[in-house]
C-alpha cells in the first residue's frame, strides 16, 4: 500500500486482462467460474494485501466479475476518443454506474491509519485495512483507483494488434501493442494485406 492506502495499480490492468484473445478469433474468460477466478487470485496473490487467499464461492466469483466489467468500463473512458477494447463494450455498465460499483467496493474495506517511528527516524503514517480479513473485492477496487487516478491512466492503450482486446501501458509514445507477440501478429497481417494488393 502506498501512502494513501490504495493498493498497486498494476493488479485493475492485470484484473481487465482477464478478458482476452484466446488465440483463435474468440475471446478467452480467465474467470470463467468460481475454480478459474480461484487460480486468477492465486496468481496474482503477491499483488493483494495480508498474501491470505480468500475461499472462492460463486458470490465472490460474481463479484469479482462485476468489478471486472466496472473498471473495463472506466478503461474504456480512459481512452477515449479511441475505440475501447473490442472484446466486450456492448456488455459493460455506462461509466457513471461504473464509478459507482467502482467506489462502493472500494468501501467494502476500511483503511486506518498507523504510526510508525523507527529509531531516530521522522514518524510517518501507514494507512493498512481495518479489522478482519483483508476484502479481496475492495482491493481490487482500490487497486483500480489507484491505477486511473495515476500517471499510467494517460498512457492507457487498446492494443491494435488483429484479435487482440488487451488494454496496457504504453512505454513509449510509439508503443502500438501490448507485447511482442502481438507486434508480430500485426506486422505479418500487414505485410500479408500489402501482397495481397499487390497481386495482380
Known amino acids: 500500500m502506498n501512502e494513501r492506502g490504495i493498493m498497486d495499480g498494476r493488479l485493475a490492468l492485470e484484473l481487465a486482462g482477464t478478458i482476452r484473445h484466446d488465440g483463435s478469433g474468440g475471446t478467452a474468460d480467465d474467470l470463467d467460474g468460481a475454480d478459474r477466478t480461484a487460480h486468477w487470485l492465486a496468481a496474482v496473490g503477491d499483488l493483494l494485501p495480508g498474501g491470505a ?3 472462492v464461492d460463486e458470490e465472490l466469483h460474481a463479484q469479482v466479475v462485476t468489478l471486472r466489467g466496472a473498471v473495463r468500463a472506466l478503461f474504456a473512458r480512459a481512452v477515449a476518443p479511441t475505440p475501447p477494447s473490442s472484446a466486450d463494450p456492448h456488455l459493460l455498465p455506462p461509466a457513471q454506474e ?13 483503511v486506518v491509519p498507523r504510526l510508525r517511528w523507527e529509531g ?3 514518524p510517518t503514517v501507514e494507512f493498512a485495512p481495518g479489522g478482519g480479513c483483508p476484502d479481496t473485492v475492495a482491493a481490487l477496487a482500490r487497486a483500480a483507483i489507484a491505477f486511473l487516478e495515476g500517471p499510467d491512466r494517460e498512457r492507457l492503450r487498446v492494443c491494435t494488434a ?8 504504453q512505454a513509449h509514445g510509439r508503443q502500438q501493442w501490448c507485447g511482442t507477440s502481438c507486434g508480430n501478429r500485426a506486422r505479418a497481417a500487414r505485410h500479408y494485406r500489402r501482397h495481397a494488393a ?3
Open 53 to 55: 487467499l480468500p475461499e
Open 98 to 110: 461504473a464509478l459507482v460499483l467502482l467506489n462502493a467496493a472500494a468501501a467494502r474495506q476500511p
Open 120 to 122: 531516530q527516524d521522522v
Open 162 to 169: 488483429p484479435r487482440c482486446v488487451r488494454y496496457f501501458v
Open 198 to 200: 499487390a497481386r495482380p
